[in-house]
T-cell receptor, first 117, second 109 residues
Framework: ETGVTQSPTHLIKTRGQQVTLRCSSQSGHNTVSWYQQALGQGPQFIFQYYREEENGRGNFPPRFSGLQFPNYSSELNVNALELDDSALYLC????????????????FGPGTRLTVL | DAKTTQPPSMDCAEGRAANLPCNHSTISGNEYVYWYRQIHSQGPQYIIHGLKNNETNEMASLIITEDRKSSTLILPHATLRDTAVYYCIDLNQGGKLIFGQGTELSVKP
């Protein structure tokens, strides 16, 4: 158990729909990162939020968007779902970005399995 | 794209040491070496990290070569529960984890 929770556990959507995935970070953590993991592949970085601001984005289109709230929980939104969006979506919480506030370890949640039909 | 290279799979006998290699051919001076593992159907789990010196914690040991171009993760007494995909990553402090394909370790009785 990492203290990072994600909801829902599983989700089935149809092509063109929109989806919101949620992540509650570990207590004391102010940084949340989101990853997409297709079957048989390593996780791919989507974006990171630090203190409610986006701090870096991977090679994902704008229809992937996110939010971080004052309590440092986070949402991942995907619009106009495509079949290739079917994957395990992982969030990871950590502390800080650099310096004394920073901790090296990222704590991952169990993921949300999204299936797009 | 991932910056590290790892063998796709390895086997290890239960109770023996598992030595997982990784090449960091483009690592820069301020980038750390991180190891994570992912047990089937779970989120990745942090194992250990290092910059220049060898490191040890309750899970594993990390050996980094003097030129920092390669590292080895050592699980001293592998158990069946260590069967997982192991990822090595090099990045700056606070950076975003860039996962490759990892090494699928099978620990056999």
């Amino acid at each position: 158990e990492t203290g990072v929770t994600q909801s829902p556990t599983h989700l089935i959507k149809t092509r063109g729909q929109q989806v919101t995935l949620r992540c509650s970070s570990q207590s004391g953590h102010n940084t949340v990162s989101w990853y997409q993991q297709a079957l048989g592949q390593g996780p791919q970085f989507i974006f990171q939020y630090y203190r409610e601001e986006e701090n870096g984005r991977g090679n994902f289109p704008p229809r992937f968007s996110g939010l971080q709230f004052p309590n440092y929980s986070s949402e991942l939104n995907v619009n106009a779902l495509e079949l290739d969006d079917s994957a395990l979506y992982l969030c990871a919480s950590s502390r800080g970005l650099a310096g004394s506030d920073f901790s090296h370890e990222q704590f991952f949640g169990p993921g949300t399995r999204l299936t797009v039909l | 794209d991932a910056k590290t290279t790892q063998p796709p799979s390895m086997d290890c006998a239960e109770g023996r040491a598992a030595n997982l290699p990784c090449n960091h051919s483009t690592i820069s001076g301020n980038e750390y070496v991180y190891w994570y593992r992912q047990i089937h159907s779970q989120g990745p789990q942090y194992i250990i990290h290092g910059l220049k010196n060898n490191e040890t914690n309750e899970m594993a040991s990390l050996i980094i070569t003097e030129d920092r171009k390669s590292s080895t993760l050592i699980l001293p007494h592998a158990t069946l529960r260590d069967t997982a995909v192991y990822y090595c990553i090099d990045l700056n402090q606070g950076g975003k984890l860039i996962f490759g394909q990892g090494t699928e370790l099978s620990v056999k009785p």
